[in-house]
């Protein structure tokens, strides 16, 4: 098992803003032109050799080797869509005069040699590139091509397969001036599969909102490393499906940009998954103890509870008020069940706190909350029951509805604590959120940082914000999981991830991960209509690759 911290930045990508990216872009020309603490970047090498016989006498030079690297990822990403059988098939190029254009002009120049056709439509005049543009022009034309200038007024009913879209890309910021908006309507009304590069025409890298009009992709490829921009609600609705390719940016240049908020994805579940022990007991492999359900919501304490079975855990205890037991005993096998109160208590409440605090010896993590209700005393013994608990817990649900912000303010909160609010259990408990999704990593690092918990800001993404000031962004958009007790399954799974000695981060973000997968595995298997959690907790063992 690795920690977040020693992951690499193949396995985790830091997530930029536009202006950060042009800092590397620049600083990585440089270096490339002196071979000062020059380092590949996630493996990759240049065509013209190892770093120190790179030759690049200017840092045009160099940014050209970093677009050709461009182009050929876009090039790639052509073929893949046009697939093997590429008969009648033809590309759009649209580019302005800016590098965004050179990416363009790089696609054109492989496409030409692979015989694949084009056509190549230019906002800018070949005479305005400059630069890297410049030289991309340049070999584009002696690869045999030819640029049809256009000023926004493009065909009514073109026969393509795939328009690319590299007019702008992710330094624009304000209206788009008059010929790019009529190129993007045109665009549009094509009803043209469309792959963008960098971002889609129309989205505001600066003010991060898709402006009117505004491309929507069917695809984005992001150079280098991913932006934020990308997974937001506002973003993903233009950006569509995501891929980044890496460029040849070293990793100590990278290092000064790292502003600490990263991009989580399943490729780092393997890394992140606790050991096993193939020679202990079931004490060994984790207990945990699930504080869950009341009178009318049986099914949240059930849900928590075989996910957190269905996740690792040895041994796993069911604290449920003891009038719910026939009916919990009827769902689950496995668990041991504490009964609270007597056979007529349907809910938890102060008088049982010692009871309660009993099941709590020798327990590895404690899940709190699913289905516990908003009963006054029930919210009371909560907050009693968690002052001071060393144990790291997970606080859920309706135990967040009893704590709010307040509770965290206070000194003796939970040393070890994740809470997993959605949206509106957040704005609920402590404030509405930053009207624009940008900033919400920096606002949920504050929180993090000044209270000491990790929170799991659950919805599309989902952000983890750990107290070290660390942010993890999990992209996925599954409305399969958008179902009451969706929520319970990942509670589930992060205490039983606890229980077996990850770290609350690790544990947070791999929880959520492992929910994810999960959650796609079944939609891919069942569909977005029909599956149900507890589909989704038959899949946690593909999820975990079992």
């Not at 008059?178 to 599969?193: K, L, M, T």
């Not at 991830?497 to 994810?516: C, I, K, R, W």
């Not at 569909?527 to 946690?540: K, N, Q, R, S, Y």
Request: aromatic letters at 8%; charged letters at 20%.
């Amino acid at each position: 098992m690795k920690t977040l911290e020693c992951l690499t930045y193949e396995e985790c990508a830091p997530v930029v803003t536009a202006e950060a990216m042009r800092f590397l872009d620049g600083d990585t020309k440089r270096s490339r032109v002196t071979n000062s603490g020059y380092q590949p970047f996630w493996g990759m090498q240049n065509d013209a050799g190892s770093p120190e016989s790179d030759g690049f006498t200017s840092t045009i030079d160099a940014g050209y080797a970093l677009m050709k690297l461009a182009g050929k990822a876009l090039f790639k990403k052509v073929c893949d869509f046009l697939g093997e059988d590429r008969e009648g098939k033809s590309v759009a190029i649209i580019i302005g005069g800016g590098n965004n254009g050179g990416d363009g002009l790089a696609l054109a120049s492989n496409l030409i040699e692979a015989g694949i056709p084009c056509t190549v439509y230019s906002l800018a005049k070949p005479e305005t590139f400059k630069d890297e543009a410049s030289l991309a022009y340049d070999d584009f034309c002696n690869n045999g091509g030819k640029l049809v200038y256009i000023s926004g007024n493009l065909p009514e009913k073109p026969h393509f397969s795939l328009i690319v879209d590299c007019m702008l890309g992710n330094g624009a910021s304000g209206e788009l001036r008059p010929a790019f908006a009529r190129a993007v309507i045109a665009i549009s009304d094509w009803g043209i599969p469309i792959l963008a590069a960098d971002a889609p025409t129309g989205y505001d890298s600066a003010e991060h909102h898709a402006g009117l009009p505004c491309i929507e992709a069917n695809e984005t490829v992001l150079f280098g490393l991913p932006r934020l921009d990308a997974f937001t609600q506002e973003g993903s609705k233009v950006f569509g499906k995501v891929t980044i390719e890496p460029l040849d940016y070293p990793d100590n240049l990278i290092d000064k940009i790292n502003s600490g908020i990263f991009l989580a994805t399943e490729k780092m579940i393997p890394a992140l998954l606790p050991d096993r022990d193939d020679f202990g007991d079931k004490r060994s492999q984790g207990t945990a103890l699930i504080v869950a359900g009341s009178g009318n919501m049986t099914g949240a304490a059930a849900l928590c509870t075989k996910a957190c079975l269905r996740s690792g855990a040895g041994l796993v205890t069911l604290a449920t008020p003891k009038a719910l037991l026939p009916a919990l005993q009827t769902k689950l096998d496995e668990p041991v069940f504490c009964g609270i109160g007597d056979a007529t208590t349907d809910k938890l409440s102060i008088m049982h706190l010692m009871q309660l605090q009993d099941a709590t010896q020798h327990q590895n993590a404690i899940a709190i909350g699913p289905g516990l209700g908003t009963d006054t005393e029930t919210q009371d013994a909560i907050r009693m029951f968690l002052t001071g608990l060393q144990t790291p817990v997970v606080v859920d649900a309706d135990a967040i509805n009893a704590c709010g912000s307040a509770f965290f303010c206070m000194e003796g909160g939970p040393a070890n604590a994740i809470i997993t609010p959605h949206k509106r259990e957040w704005e609920r408990n402590f404030g509405p959120l930053p009207s624009n999704e940008s900033y919400y990593p920096e606002y949920l690092r504050q929180f993090a940082t000044q209270f000491k918990i990790t929170i799991v800001l659950k919805g599309c993404p989902t952000y983890v914000a750990i107290p070290d000031g660390r942010i993890y962004i999990i992209p996925a958009h599954n409305s399969g999981l958008a179902k009451g007790g969706a929520g319970d399954v990942l509670t589930g799974i992060i205490v039983a991830l606890l229980a077996q000695g990850l770290p609350t981060a690790e544990a947070a973000v791999l929880g959520v991960l492992l929910h994810q997968k999960a959650g796609r595995l079944t939609r891919e298997k069942m569909g977005a209509f029909g599956m149900l959690p507890t589909d989704v907790i038959e899949m946690l063992p593909a999820a975990f690759g079992c």
